[in-house]
């Protein structure tokens, strides 16, 4: 079950990160959580506040956290531009990077971009890569 509650969140947040980087170009930090119900919430940091990006992972991953422990969530998920390699060209490559986590499953998702001198995104072959539990972890 959790391989489907992770693509749940991955469907929730990939169109929301790509509408933030087609339309702004750039798109901030935001997270999805994934209840016992089936119903997906996003959760972003409050219009206003100063920070820097990595600032806010971390606001969203203390978030995600929490509700983890309480229960509340059977996945999340955190998205955010990263540079990423592929395993087969060493050549880093900007990127929407999504933390998927589940009790007992975590792993990476990769969307290449290119950002166009016109504005215009060009999105690239998604791949997936392992990733150690931050969300879930015990202890």
Request: some cysteine; aromatic content about 8%.
């Amino acid at each position: 079950m959790s391989r489907e509650n992770l693509q749940e969140i991955l469907a929730a947040l990939v169109p929301f990160a790509q509408s933030q980087l087609e339309d702004s170009g750039h798109c901030p930090p935001v997270a999805a959580s994934l209840d016992g119900a089936g119903d997906i919430d996003l959760h972003m940091p409050p219009v206003g506040v100063g920070g820097s990006a990595e600032d806010f992972v971390e606001l969203l991953k203390t978030a995600l956290r929490a509700g983890a422990r309480s229960g509340d969530y059977a996945a999340t998920g955190l998205c955010r531009e990263v540079t990423a390699q592929r395993m087969d060209d060493p050549s880093p490559i900007p990127a929407l990077g999504v933390h998927l986590e589940a009790p007992g499953e975590s792993l990476e998702f990769f969307l290449p971009f290119v950002m166009e001198d016109e504005g215009v995104v060009t999105y690239g072959d998604t791949f997936f890569g392992p990733a150690d539990a931050e969300i879930f972890a015990e202890g």
